[in-house]
Every structure is written in structure tokens, then in C-alpha cells.
T-cell receptor
Framework: KNQVEQSPQSLIILEGKNCTLQ??????????LRWYKQDTGRGPVSLTIMTFSENTKSNGRYTATLDADTKQSSLHITASQLSDSASYIC???????????FGRGTSLIVHP | DSGVTQTPKHLITATGQRVTLRCSPRSGDLSVYWYQQSLDQGLQFLIQYYNGEERAKGNILERFSAQQFPDLHSELNLSSLELGDSALYFC?????????????FGPGTRLLVL
């Protein structure tokens, strides 16, 4: 069964600090992995999309990594800002399927 | 603003009732996805349409149905509502409905079933 597990479930950090969120998946065959940011009560917004051949992809202060061998991805946030407070969701698409598998998300709170 | 619109923003109804949620994709996008997000389940894929045709179906209950119209807007119909159907319902759109495309999500419809 295709599954996506995210850790930690929640995280509290101080403004200006870095943090790393984890995503492990068992989706097979792998097509692509995305990270979304979702502010409370709003629709998710795509941060990065990574395919099998990509190891790292950046979007401003967000850097995603992918290890297709171990089926792990991470999202690193640099110099966090208050506006980074949100839920971060990892989504994996299987090859040959139009049905995505979602992680439960990591809730990040950035304190001043 | 993603360019995807959803109406209504909020909906309060009673168990057993039927509601219709509406989604207009971004201009030029042919594919629409519907998702349900509840507190205990997270985001779940319901169904995808491409240019008026159903392309993929996920964990969508038989009480739920959807369609995409010739003008490409989509409607999600929820009937015989139960308390557990209370959730945020999102639609997203892409140009061609391919897995590699970025999905643009609407602001969602918050449904409360009492």
C-alpha cells in the first residue's frame, strides 16, 4: 500500500533559526514528490516538485532533497520567518497513476 | 491568489441534506481535482476530471458525485450528508492534468454538517 509518513508531527522554532522536515514514502513506482505549504484555512501552495533524477531543488529559503534509493525527502527552511508558520505537506505521485498519496503534514510554528 | 475560485466559502447544513460545491479552474486549465481535508484524515484525493471526462477516482464515497461542464467549471455534489462529512473541500487545477504539473488550489469550501 502506498504511504507517506512525515515527521515531526509538529515543530516550534525561534525566528531566524533553521529547521528540517522529513518525509518517508513507500510509493512505487515513483514519479514525483512535492512539498506544499498550507496556511491555516487556505489552500496548499506548491513549494517544490522533484522527479526521480533530482537530488536537490531550492525555492528561496526552502530547499528540498530527495534520496530515491532510501525513499526519503527533506525540506530545509533557512532563516525562518514568522510567515513560515504553516503546515508543510509532502505528496508523492506514483508512475502510471493519477492518484497522489499525501502525508499528514508537519505543523511548524515560528516564534518571535 | 491562485486563480482558482470556489463557492461558497462556507456552508452549514443538516444531516441527510444535499449540497453542491462549485469550482472554476484557472483560465486555460483543462483539469480539475477535488480534495477533502478533515482534521483526522488530512488531505485526501477524491476525483479528477480532464476536459469534461473523469480521469481518476480516489477515496470518493458513493454518496458523492462530481462533474466537469463544457465551460470547464466543476461541481462536487454531496448527498445524504453525515456529521463526518464536515471538512474543508478543495479543488485544484492544472493545464493538462499531468502528474508533473503544479496544481493550483482554490481557497476551499468549509462544510459543517450539524
Amino acid at each position: 500500500k502506498n504511504q507517506v509518513e512525515q515527521s515531526p508531527q509538529s515543530l516550534i522554532i525561534l525566528e531566524g533559526k533553521n529547521c528540517t522536515l522529513q518525509c518517508n514514502y513507500t510509493v512505487s513506482p515513483f514519479s514525483n514528490l512535492r512539498w506544499y505549504k498550507q496556511d491555516t484555512g487556505r489552500g496548499p501552495v506548491s513549494l517544490t516538485i522533484m522527479t526521480f533524477s533530482e537530488n536537490t531543488k531550492s525555492n528561496g529559503r526552502y530547499t528540498a532533497t530527495l534520496d530515491a534509493d532510501t525513499k526519503q525527502s527533506s525540506l530545509h527552511i533557512t532563516a525562518s520567518q514568522l510567515s513560515d508558520s504553516a503546515s508543510y505537506i509532502c505528496v508523492v505521485w506514483a508512475g502510471g497513476s493519477y492518484i497522489p498519496t499525501f502525508g499528514r503534514g508537519t505543523s511548524l510554528i515560528v516564534h518571535p | 491568489d491562485s486563480g482558482v475560485t470556489q463557492t461558497p466559502k462556507h456552508l452549514i447544513t443538516a444531516t441527510g441534506q444535499r449540497v453542491t460545491l462549485r469550482c472554476s479552474p484557472r483560465s486555460g486549465d483543462l483539469s480539475v481535482y477535488w480534495y477533502q481535508q478533515s482534521l483526522d484524515q488530512g488531505l485526501q484525493f477524491l476525483i479528477q476530471y480532464y476536459n469534461g471526462e473523469e480521469r481518476a477516482k480516489g477515496n470518493i464515497l458513493e454518496r458523492f458525485s462530481a462533474q466537469q461542464f463544457p465551460d470547464l467549471h466543476s461541481e462536487l455534489n454531496l448527498s445524504s450528508l453525515e456529521l463526518g462529512d464536515s471538512a474543508l473541500y478543495f479543488c485544484a487545477s492544472t493545464g493538462e492534468g499531468r502528474r508533473e504539473e503544479t496544481q493550483y488550489f482554490g481557497p476551499g469550501t468549509r462544510l459543517l454538517v450539524l
